[in-house]
């Protein structure tokens, strides 16, 4: 990126998830985080139009938070175990939460324990892997194990490591000491630093790997919903940002919001930030689904579900075909289909999926406004692969009622990257914002009284339908 936000060169390549048991989702930190950023880094520095000593710092992002863990070398013991799709430590939650006591926690790290939270991960590790454990010198998530290899320096970002519950003060924004030491015994903790900080430099060997020159500054980074908030201007008071993808993902910035046991309460950019966050299991992967079952295009479908009327004809969908995490954080919820007929079609069964996750944005939307002190509602920007030219957006403001802005520029979590580290070095005054909003999409109002009726079909039936599951 230069000064005024133009991208001057982008590289990306495609990597994988293992998913070697059912609840467990795994990478290979050592190949999949290291090794491809720096085949993408080699082939940014070899572009002609890269000139590398121009470069003034490198910001960085990643999936988190992660759990990986490392010797004293530095090098991975075991493949990084994910976010809240993995659900292995299920046992651990419950066993946290009674030993600290779910309102305690809850004030304390601003999040209820659930299987976004790493802290219980550790606990698994050291009770199901304890050889792994004990080889165990430092620990990582994705953003702060590249920043280790580039720069041999052991941090962490406030943000990622308050999504390391319950092992962060989210009021002291600082570690919780007790809590954290009894979740990484015999381990040191990571120190920590804010994501638009310099953590350090480019080390010889990683200079080497990258093509970066040595020297270059490196920010300790954060987990990329929040690099991408940041590049869609999501950062004021009352922002919020819906994140179209395989997962939905929505950040909300609001320092004195008050905690919610069905959202993360977490750490933002900056000292004396604050956001919160809540994130679906399936949404794209959702309507890739249908469209793998209906053995068609999933563009095409998405267009022929289009030409379907709103309410796709009595069909509703629960869209928790992954378990779900926010608001209900349950990890046993499963995908419910009810009012199917024969007259209905995979265009029907696309409509339905698509207003299942809409649902769950409103029920994401109404737990956010429940924990602002003022009552005010929030601005959502609408970004990802989904929001763009897409039936998508549209509707979610039916069925939500409230109006998305669209930004120009959607390259994702490395412009909020890019736009952290020239920041970070001077080239931008403090508070840029490189965002244009091109477009807003508007509630359709006659539509509004015929999803109010769907949405309290929605809820009734997770209810009705809860107890059921487990006798399956």
């Known amino acids: 990126m230069d000064a005024g936000g133009t991208v001057v060169a982008a590289v990306s390549g495609p990597h994988g998830t293992d998913h070697p048991r059912s609840g ?90 659930s299987s976004q939270a790493a802290g219980p991960k550790m606990l698994w590790l050291q009770r199901h892997e304890p050889d792994i454990w004990a080889r165990t010198a430092r620990w990582f998530s994705a953003s702060p194990f590249l920043v280790e290899r580039l720069t041999g320096e052991y941090l962490i970002d406030h943000h990622t490591a308050s999504q390391f519950d319950p092992m962060y003060d989210i009021r002291a924004q600082s570690w919780a000491s007790d809590w954290a030491a009894a979740l990484s015994p015999g381990v040191p903790l990571p120190r920590l630093a804010w994501p638009g900080e310099i953590a350090g430099f480019v080390t010889g060997g990683a200079s080497a790997a990258t093509g970066l020159l040595p020297g270059t500054p490196v920010l300790a980074g954060t987990v990329d919903a929040w690099a991408e908030a940041h590049s869609v201007g999501v950062r004021h008071r009352g922002d919020l940002m819906i994140m179209y993808g395989s997962t939905l993902f929505l950040v909300g910035v609001d320092p004195a919001a008050r905690p919610h046991s069905g959202l993360w309460l977490t750490a933002g950019l900056a000292p004396d930030t604050g956001t919160l966050a809540a994130g679906m299991a399936a949404s794209g992967l959702l309507a890739n689904w249908v469209a793998d079952t209906a053995g068609l295009p999933v563009g095409e479908l998405i267009d022929t579900a289009g030409q379907v009327a709103a309410g796709a004809e009595g069909l509703v969908l629960l869209p928790y075909f992954a378990g779900e995490r926010s608001p209900v954080f349950d990890p046993d919820a499963r995908g419910v289909a009810l009012g199917l007929t024969l007259a209905h079609t995979p265009a029907h069964l696309m409509r339905a999926a698509l207003e299942a996750v809409a649902m769950g944005v409103r029920h994401n939307l109404e737990a956010f406004d429940s924990v602002r002190p003022d009552g005010s509602q929030w601005r959502p920007v609408a970004v990802g692969g989904g929001a763009i030219g897409s039936l998508w957006p549209q509707i979610v403001s039916d069925v939500t009622g409230r109006a998305q802005d669209i930004p120009a520029q959607t390259v994702g979590a490395s412009y909020g990257d890019a736009l952290l580290a020239a920041s970070a070095a001077g080239m931008v005054p403090p508070g840029t914002d490189w965002t244009k909003i091109v477009a807003t999409v508007q509630p359709r109002p006659e539509l509004s009284g015929l999803y109010d009726r769907r949405y309290a079909v929605y809820r009734d039936l997770y209810a009705a339908t809860r107890p059921l599951i487990p006798r399956l």
């Open 24 to 113: 467990w989702y795994e990478q290979n930190a050592l190949t999949i985080w290291w090794e491809q950023s720096c085949e993408l880094l080699r082939a940014l520095m070899a572009d002609e139009r890269v000139d590398r000593s121009a470069i003034k710092a490198l910001g960085v992002s990643g999936i988190g938070p992660c759990l990986l863990v490392c010797d004293k070398s530095g090098n991975p013991l075991r493949p990084a175990i994910l976010y809240g799709i993995d659900t292995r430590a299920t046992a651990e939650v419950i066993e946290l939460t009674e030993r600290f006591g779910a309102a305690d926690i809850l004030a304390r790290a601003g999040s209820a324990l």
